[in-house]
């Protein structure tokens, strides 16, 4: 079955090919993104409207070079999936009309996808995937989440923020240090050149029993910190590392204490924050100092693409799961009332 994702939940528009008749990373025919960053750059974050028209502009001509890039035309397709929420309404539905006016004119099954859970399945696109039961760390700009995975569709909430998604916390503290939009990123990198231990930031939430997350006191330390330095560009690296720092050890603790609870030894960790290099190499070795391992996708299907929705839906197609020919999002999306893949032998 080759399958046509479609991701546009927010300001990344995502087209992909996903083929279930091949395995691994080559079962990926074509993907591409656009990125919306410059077009929301002078508004210091993203503008609902503007996302919903620039997707209106680049989902159709993704949709054809994606095509072209698989050998495919549009009448080798089996199905299409889409990202149904959570994210912005419009954005959301502008995806959601174009996939099910393809699928209606192929005459072939559409299927609406949950944001999330396409980030928490994109490990298993890889070689080696893992296998349920997992515990899956979900850590985004929008989300930061501690999922049990008893099987693919069957998820249970263990933890989650109760503040700001450690991508935000991210982005927030790197704006608070006068880096431009999107800071992020630009934080992580500049906390390559930090000097380690220089700025030593707490652990939220790690003195005490639990498995959910807060971010905002971390930030507000870092803004105290900024406002005392003399704010140059070593202090802003070394504050950058210190806050880096803290954000991974608490991501790491929390994480091995859900391994734990969840009686496993398998960690997935997926979305954009997912694509750090050094969340990457803590959890690796947590987890392999544990006797198990840290499962995550390329760093290329770490943010928002239209692979994780292509492979997800794939998965729900097969299961003989699809929608009516109405156009429905949810931007507001409990992943735990997903139905479990019973069928598909996961």
């Not at 406002?227 to 806050?243: L, M, V």
């Not at 391992?293 to 770490?302: D, E, I, K, N």
Request: aromatic residues 6%.
């Amino acid at each position: 079955m080759k399958v046509l994702g479609i991701e546009s939940s927010c300001d990344e528009t995502g087209v992909a090919v996903y083929d279930t008749d091949l395995s691994g990373p080559d079962a990926l025919r074509a993907h591409a993104v656009y990125s919306q960053i410059a077009l929301h750059a002078e508004y210091g974050g993203v503008v609902p409207e503007l996302a919903s028209r620039d997707h209106v502009r680049k989902t159709l001509p993704l949709i054809r070079q994606t095509l072209a890039e698989a050998g495919l035309k549009p009448s080798d397709i089996d199905g299409v999936a889409y990202t149904a929420g959570p994210g912005l309404v419009g954005a959301l539905l502008v995806g959601a009309g174009v996939a099910r006016s393809l699928a209606w004119a192929l005459d072939v099954p559409a299927v609406g996808v949950h944001h999330m859970e396409g980030h928490l399945l994109a490990p298993l696109m890889e070689d080696d995937p893992p296998q349920p039961p997992f515990v899956a760390l979900l850590v985004s700009g929008g989300h930061t989440q501690l999922v049990a995975v008893d099987r693919i569709g069957s998820y249970r909430l263990l933890g989650e923020t109760l503040d700001d998604a450690a991508g935000e916390a991210f982005d927030k503290t790197a704006k608070l240090m006068g880096l431009p939009y999107p800071g992020g990123p630009q934080l992580a990198r500049l906390a390559e050149q930090g000097t380690p231990g220089k700025y030593r930031f707490a652990r939220p939430m790690t003195d005490r029993p639990g498995l959910d997350f807060s971010f905002s006191g971390l930030k507000t330390q870092v803004l105290l910190a900024w406002r005392d330095s003399d704010q140059g560009e070593q202090t802003r690296a070394d504050i950058a590392r210190g806050f880096e720092d803290a954000v991974v050890d608490t991501l790491a603790i929390k994480c091995g204490r859900a391994l734990e609870a969840a009686g496993s030894d398998t960690l997935v960790i997926a979305g954009g924050v997912g694509a750090n290099r050094r969340l990457r190499a803590k959890l690796q070795e947590m987890c392999a100092q544990r006797g198990g391992r840290a499962c995550f996708p390329r760093p290329s299907l770490c943010t928002d693409n239209g692979a994780m929705i292509a492979f997800a839906g794939a998965l729900r197609l097969q299961a003989g799961q699809h929608e009516d020919t109405s156009v429905r999002v949810t931007p507001r999306w409990d992943m735990a009332a997903l139905p479990a893949l019973a069928a598909s032998g996961a």
